[in-house]
Nanobody, 123 residues
């Protein structure tokens, strides 16, 4: 089982990025996926999650109205579209999978983690 986050980079404030989380090795459908981020010197925090259908999504208050999450089951990929980025969005972003069918919003609900991707927003 492997998760790979990608799409990070350097962007100016107000800009956009789309992160991808591609899964491989799962014997069932793409599981519920959570996005978390960790800024320098801070604890990892939850950003978003998506269940097995697009109508089961959750976003942290800090990103509501700016970020959206979606999935393409045919590509085993979940996307985090990040618009109107702010300097405080700078962090390493991680995706993780929950195999029990729970839209994961806490770290302990993650069964498998992917390596992070760096997002840097310059002000």
């Amino acid at each position: 089982v492997q998760l790979q986050a990608s799409g990070g980079g350097l962007v100016q404030a107000g800009g956009s990025l789309r992160l991808s989380c591609t899964a491989s090795g799962f014997t069932t459908d793409l599981p519920d996926i959570g996005w978390f981020r960790q800024a320098p010197g801070k604890e990892r925090e939850w950003v978003s999650c998506i269940g097995k259908s697009d109508d089961n999504t959750r976003l942290a208050n800090s990103v509501k109205g700016r970020f959206t999450v979606s999935r393409d089951n045919a590509k085993n990929t979940v996307y985090l579209q990040m618009n109107s980025l702010k300097a405080e969005d700078t962090a390493v972003y991680y995706c993780g999978a929950n195999t029990l069918g729970t839209c994961p919003r806490v770290e302990w609900a993650i069964d498998y983690w992917g390596k992070g991707t760096q997002v840097t927003v310059s002000s």
